[in-house]
């Protein structure tokens, strides 16, 4: 993950809205890119380039990276509540100003849920051990291809958009 290509990148609204963001929660700044660039390496290192496809892979990394965040926040900071906030406002923002299209956006913030819900559900876990619950996730993962398929989904099941067998 390069950062500073990854700013270059954003155009003047998405660079503001971050801006207000950061600065507003600026000790989360440091925490956050900590917990990415952890994600990162662990994806890279089960699932090599696939999860960043719209693949059960890349579901498991959206619930890691929420996750990951969060629990990175909690060293800080052990208001749950609030490390949760900060956790989907930071996430939200990336899915909005990322170029995805409508249902890949509302799988991504699906995925990311979850990694909250177990966060909260257990914020202590060992970095194995939320490793390997979200792998079993993924046999379970549910294909979908619109918006209206999502609904029709249980909250703690991954979706993806690209079968597993072509990525």
């Not at 046999?139 to 099941?157: Q, R, T």
Request: aromatic share 8%.
């Amino acid at each position: 993950m390069n950062l500073w290509r990854q700013l270059k990148s954003l155009n003047i609204s998405a660079l503001w809205a971050l801006t207000k963001l950061c600065l507003r929660h600026p000790f989360r700044i440091i925490p956050t890119i900590r917990a990415t660039r952890a994600c990162v390496s662990v994806c890279d290192r089960h699932f090599g380039k696939r999860h960043h496809r719209n693949s059960p892979a890349n579901a498991f990394r959206h619930a890691l990276w929420n996750y990951y965040i969060a629990r990175e926040c909690f060293k800080r900071d052990t208001r749950i509540r609030r490390i949760l906030e900060w956790t989907q406002k930071i996430t939200d923002w990336h899915e909005i100003f990322s170029r995805n299209d409508l249902v890949a956006r509302d799988m991504d913030l699906h995925n990311n849920r979850i990694g909250r819900l177990l966060f909260e559900q257990d914020p202590n876990m060992q970095p194995e051990r939320i490793i390997n619950l979200l792998k079993t996730k993924l046999k379970a993962s549910v294909k979908i291809s619109s918006p209206e398929d999502l609904s029709k989904v249980d909250k703690l099941n991954f979706v993806h958009l690209i079968d597993p067998k072509i990525q």
